[in-house]
């Protein structure tokens, strides 16, 4: 096979100065440098609050599509159901709004050889209200989990490095639907429900990847039995979805192309170490903070994290759990931006609360990705 | 002069479980390790919004008061006209609430000798609504802060390490009244006139220092030049408050005992070489994170923020300025918090908002005290 | 028995310009018009967030108790411990920050006769953790409330106008002690510990009624069937209190007086009607707002209400369920507030959040207090 | 002329899901209702924060202009420089997300004669950063007036009930921007700035209905001189528009049709009197509520109202001001949407805070659509 036909993943990380600012996408496609039909996912984080009623995502996505449709001659709705595009509201702190745009393209004849880092994505059917949190919630993301590997032509489980998940959530319409349908959702509460989203996914990935059994037992264990996480899965939980949209990333001997990710858990919210060792495994010198030439290496950095439910950071009580005004995610993913942006030297990072399940209780994970120098 | 009568610094760093308990200070007196008549200032961080109407702080000081007039068999009122509680409302992100309480003790005879880290203090006289953020405001805190090196042994300026003062602020009610007398305030904005009571109380500390002229055209330059700034200043405002606390500390060769003090400027809210610095020059190795044997030597952490006003963290777009619902200084603190607790491996951080001259324009400072090895 | 004999209820409401601020009951006792062991029960309104993290309920309590210690010469803790002091955080829109203190006086001999309003008071034992929203919980409200109406002289339930309760609820802090001891909570979410300690509050008022059986099957009911509520319960509920406090206010024979209350319940959070009627039933002239003459016969207004759990106000979408923001209790307190101070023509109403099972669902009840013409 | 070409307003009040959802237009549109072309301006309330960053605006924008561009073949874009939308961001308390379509429509043969409700609108060219708040702000917004109101067909300024103006604000990227083309910006605080925009909407009003001079000194009235207001101005401002957008409403004999409007200034946040006198004028009955007969020819409510900045409301203090964790207008709207809602038995009302100058002082104005019996 020549090298012409294997694939290559571009990743670009592009500013926007309000959610419904394409304006740096839509410039690389009219430059050429991305063609609209390469593009394989979105991966961001919008200035919302992160909460139910964050509506900055749904603002992204529809401008997004918009764009892409007409690129494309297609309509939006078709591809917003074939286009992962998972964003996370909430950018506190130094935390920058941004994207990541995932494209699959013919590798350049110079091109690094592989294993190279791979995309793969797939959408499953819609989730009904009443499902959320349930097993056949977990089932439905590992079988798109299953689908995405195979997109990016990923075999072992060994070789992913990491698996985005959306999924969606309850509001209190779609709760009180479902309940005049005699269908009760597992928690009525918004807040709790995406949580639960969360939890399924967490747990679907951990199928997939054969950590778990597909044993519907297991349903008791999600939002009660935190010892159990997966370290590959990052997931989100949003209104503006109503099927689990799934992206996986992983190194493949198929793909080539300069770009490689780590991913390591992190123990618990200030676990600096975790951050280096990410660096550290893509060659980048962190003494504290990254050089210039280094940063300028860096495509990619995706954080999950969370406020410990058991109200402590390293032995000291925090407030994030009991406090009314600020809700606690938006608190930990402005601490966590500060941890991470304090090595990298950058707010371009896609934090993202919630991370139950998906890594150490009270902790989470920390994934880079980098070109080799 | 023989050495039991050299004076030693002892700096407590209490948990606290809510803005009014006391009981760990309550303990370290009730078991002798304190007396209460040993205490200078306190210091601390309570877990209110820090804004305005953040009565955590007030909630704090007289819980404090009682307990101290208690065991003093004197009155709340007059005690607190004599010690310094400096308190910054808002515990963010891993943020922990505690305080420090810093007293001064008879050094023991296996004191390490000196110079050593000395404390003084002082409060100024009431300053008026209509005062606050005018160069009379400025003077007065510099005043103050001349008594309190007086008062901790300091001679030179270059000697002194840091400087804390507590300013007054406007709030609505005081705007009022002042009003009504004919004495508009500077600025009726109460989130603004703590800003100019900030400014106001770095230029004092300036002054003091010897680092800018008494000449009252630079009231033009409170939170107008930015250029302009104090690397020793940390300030901060309250309702709770009428007149300027102000605690300096520093090295005396007069002083005994083990506890030095570093302070270092930061560049930007993401200058992690900062926190490093502070480290390396109290010989505390941060690789990346300290290890326990260092934490354990460290006795006070105390740093001032900054959301960049020019919407700008290294080139990148935050969105602190911009957010109705969570108050830039809250945003800021929070990450703050992550990059000096991932270095520090502690939430116990005195970390607080706005520092207007207080640090290179969109900075601030890191100051940390520690034993010696 | 001589009129000297009988006794009055005085109810005073008073100003406050921060949440440490009871000058203006200094006064009343500096003046004569009040005597401190006069004094049966105090109901405010602080200016907190009124969630778990409030702090502005604890700094009244510890302010109030240390000036009433000193006027009587007793501890503050043992003070606490017999007079409730019942704070709602939160004056959100145009309520005004104020307290209510109710004394027990000797009538004057020009008094009017009775009925006249009277006010009973009890105390519960401590309520751990474990068992906040559960039967025991009630059963321990409802043994409260009959000693209250014993030490109000009520024998009939038909006679009791209107029930206070503050209920402890659980922090974090309590939750990890209470799970650490093998002794789970009711539930380990602060939001809704809070409200499971207030259905707890009003179903033991409704046992103690009369209006339900002593039947530890109800405990499923709480929370959960909504058709169930108690229409002379207000409930709150607050980190700073361990035992339930109880006040009953009712109509009594052997009192005497100008007062009389007139309790409503409100079907919605727009009941407008309810509100009227409840100033008809006083001889208030609502036209369509009370005038100044009206007015100031009125001595206390109390409001519990709550944001209606299905979404919906009149068939119209709201959304303080789901905002990620503003806690729904912030966002409905400030809605009430508007709708009864546009009849009453004042902020100083005791608007409280949090009516589970206290009025109709989606509703809740106003109750107001008033001298007859 | 022939009554079949005399024009007739419409109004539709419409619900939404969220503020991407604009359903129930299209609805109308499918069904013939209403043609595309006919449609004059949107005015709406979007449940967003109301501040700077509240993007729920845009998205509404672009999904409006969108759906109006699919149906008319034209570009979003023109038709956005052509139809004022107008929305205000914000459903606190009771408020429920909604929005008003003014639709021209050849009357009907039955159509009641005379003077009836007219509608015209405008828009100015861009009003650049740096020119926001000043005296040729006033004056673009005052042309803007005038040709709505000959847009509308109403000669004379007693004939103008209402002038809805959507300015353009100043965001900290733009304020940096005209900074840096050394054109300060009259606030670079976002809040002070959309303040200032709503200020000298306002006084555009006020001088094109010859209330007062067209002279420049009265620029330092803005914001400083409250005793100068405007009582049928209605302003709001926000990120998402850069020229001003002017909606003109009165009565005109060249209209038919049922529609006839009420506006009233309020005297403060309580001011139910005038709520009650603007049903009045249009007959409808309130005691104390509109029975659901009378509702129903409400066909739309709009207010706006402000903190009062003096700090009280009928002499008892409020919080709204200092309050770090809630924005004042948010908490003003909650309440006014309460005394409203009260009244009308709807939360469908279009309440917007920021009602500087467009009212007494510390208090505001409400409007009323409805049908003749």
Sequence with gaps: MSSSTSP?????????????????LQALLDHGVLAADEIVAIIGKTEGNGGVNDFTRGYFTQTLFNLLGDRLGRSPQQLQAEIPCILSGGTEGVLSPHYLVFARQAAAADAPAGPALAIGRALSADTPAQDIGRWSHVQAVAQAVRAAMADAGIDRAQDVAFVQVKCPCVTSARAQSAAAAGQPVRSADPNRSMAYARAAGAFGVALALGQIADDDRLEAALLEDFALFCPQA????????????????????????????????????????????????????????????DLSRVAGVLVK???????????????????????????????????????????????SGGAEHQGPDGGGLIAIIASIA
Tied chains: 1, 2, 3, 4.
Excluded: Y
């Design 234 to 293: 990052s997931i989100s939980s949003g209104v503006e979805v109503s099927a689990n949209e799934v992206v996986v990333l992983g190194h493949s001997a198929t793909w080539r192309g300069p770009l490689r990710m780590a991913c390591e858990p992190m123990e618990d919210a200030v676990d600096l170490g975790a951050v280096v060792r990410a660096c550290t495994r893509l060659g980048l010198q962190a003494h504290p903070q990254l050089p210039a030439s």
């Design 305 to 351: 994290c969370e406020p410990d439910r058991r109200g402590r950071v390293r032995g000291k009580r925090h407030t994030m759990l009991d406090d009314t005004d600020i809700n606690a995610q938006r608190h930990v993913r402005a601490a966590l931006g500060g941890v991470v942006a304090g090595v990298l030297g950058t707010g371009q990072i896609f934090v």
């Design 8 to 24: 290559q993943l571009a990743v670009h990380r592009l500013d926007m100065a309000h959610p419904g600012d394409l304006s740096a």
